[in-house]
């Protein structure tokens, strides 16, 4: 069981630049989400999903985008790079049922904007 | 507003002492509690979670916590902490997909 699964895992971009960083999971969870860590801040949540074709906004959503086609994939783009999303990015997804489950994160994409 | 609080930042513990951290939380609802815990350059491990029932929940690595409804905290305690303790812990918060954490603590542990 592979988890979930984040690619690239590391990737530097010039600003301006457009990317996707691509999540999947192989459990068959309803819940996916994209959250950014940023050194004394925690993680931050960025968009999440409560299924497919179901997207919301989290805490700090601004220059990302997200979409979910599929139950497996929940890929996040970042349209025009900023020096200010310099960052760790991880993608966890929870299951439903009795008590839900817990979040299971990704190794996570380290993300440097020069 | 939702949110997570974990006052303390850094914490300094010797090895084989107790260790507490703490975790206060701002939720609507009865809320899923959870802690995980990160080593450097790496993701995140679960070390417990709450959901109902008992509020004492025991976790991994010989961790527990105590889900305090009048205090609005989840405080995180191990017995005896061990070098391989030294980690960033997170208190997190919610339900569904969207999950709320705190600020982290900054275990270090003395020989």
């Known amino acids: 069981n592979a988890g979930v699964t984040q690619t690239p895992k590391f990737q530097v971009l010039k600003t301006g630049q457009s990317m996707t960083l691509q999540c999947a999971q192989d459990m068959n969870h309803e819940y996916m989400s994209w959250y950014r860590q940023d050194p004394g801040m925690g993680l931050r949540l960025i968009h999440y999903?409560?299924?497919?074709?179901?997207?919301d906004q989290g805490e700090v959503p601004n220059g990302y985008n997200v979409s979910r086609s599929t139950t497996e994939d929940f890929p996040l783009r970042l349209l025009s790079a900023a020096p200010s999303q310099t960052s760790v990015y991880f993608c966890?997804?929870?299951?439903?049922?009795?008590?839900?489950?817990?979040?299971?994160f990704g190794q996570g994409t380290r993300l440097t904007v020069v | 507003a939702q949110s997570v609080t974990q006052p303390d930042i850094h914490i300094t513990v010797s090895e084989g002492a107790s260790l507490e951290l703490r975790c206060n939380y701002s939720y609507g609802a009865t809320p899923y509690l959870f802690w995980y815990v990160q080593s450097p350059g790496q993701g995140l491990q679960l070390l417990l979670k709450?959901?109902?029932?008992?509020?004492l929940v025991q976790g991994i690595k010989g961790f527990e916590a105590e889900f305090k409804r009048s205090q609005s905290s989840f405080n995180l305690r191990k017995p005896s902490v061990h070098w391989s303790d030294a980690a960033e812990y997170f208190c997190a918060v919610g339900r569904g997909g969207k999950l709320i954490f705190g600020q982290g603590t900054e275990l270090s542990v003395k020989p």
């Open positions: 966890a997804s929870r299951g439903e049922g009795a008590g839900g489950t817990e979040a299971f």
């Open positions: 999903s409560v299924g497919a074709g179901i997207t």
């Open positions: 709450y959901f109902s029932g008992d509020t």
